[in-house]
């Protein structure tokens, strides 16, 4: 029981703390520059602005018309804000504040954007599939890999997932980001 690690509360210095500790320096960084914008919002000077977490243009004009973030004292479109809530009722981890769009798309000055790469075989594990997940858009469409195809984008082979009445093989698409699936059942 002693080895429980408690997450910290939003808002305190344990969080700042926890923030150093799970996440480093950098973590710190990207929740200041999130919280930052949260007060440009606040004066009503963030209007027409892209989504600070999905960096998509999904904000309504009016802030309070938008989720207030569960991890940042900052406005987000509804589609975070249904994203953080169901994290938290499944007990996953928040998103990094270094992945949040806002953070970025403002990388350091001279520092280059380094495209992933991606094994010729795929992905070794399920892990790092998750872990590829959390940084990219996922379409939840049935088939969505094999409508993608057949609308002529390019798919390169991520992840075959073997569940219990099927597979489930995963493709990411470099021209739109977006990572796509097909199940193939063995009952069918």
């Given amino acids: 029981m002693a080895d429980m690690k408690m997450m910290p509360?939003?808002?305190?210095?344990?969080?700042?703390?926890?923030?150093?500790?799970?996440?480093?320096?950098?973590?710190?960084?990207?929740?200041?520059?999130?919280?930052?914008?949260?007060?440009?919002?606040?004066?009503?000077?963030?209007?027409?602005?892209?989504?600070?977490?999905?960096?998509?243009?999904?904000?309504?004009?009016?802030?309070?018309?938008?989720?207030?973030?569960?991890?940042?004292?900052?406005?987000?479109?509804?589609?975070?804000?249904?994203?953080?809530?169901?994290?938290?009722?499944?007990g996953q981890p928040p998103l990094p504040f270094t992945k949040w769009g806002i953070v970025m798309g403002f990388a350091d000055e001279g520092s280059e954007t380094q495209e992933e790469e991606i094994p010729e075989g795929g992905l070794p594990t399920r892990e790092a599939l998750n872990e590829f997940l959390n940084k990219h858009e996922y379409s939840l469409r049935l088939n969505g890999a094999s409508e993608a195809k057949r609308h002529g984008k390019t798919l390169v082979f991520l992840y075959c997932d073997q569940e219990a009445y099927g597979d489930r093989s995963y493709y990411f698409c470099k021209e739109d980001n977006v990572v796509y699936s097909d199940y193939f059942s063995i009952g069918d």
């Fill in 9 to 90: 509360m939003p808002g305190t210095e344990t969080e700042d703390w926890g923030l150093k500790h799970w996440g480093g320096e950098a973590e710190v960084k990207g929740k200041q520059m999130v919280e930052e914008l949260g007060k440009l919002q606040e004066e009503g000077l963030a209007d027409g602005l892209p989504c600070p977490r999905c960096g998509h243009d999904r904000m309504e004009k009016r802030m309070v018309c938008n989720a207030l973030s569960r991890r940042a004292k900052v406005y987000i479109c509804s589609d975070c804000g249904m994203d953080e809530a169901l994290r938290d009722a499944a």
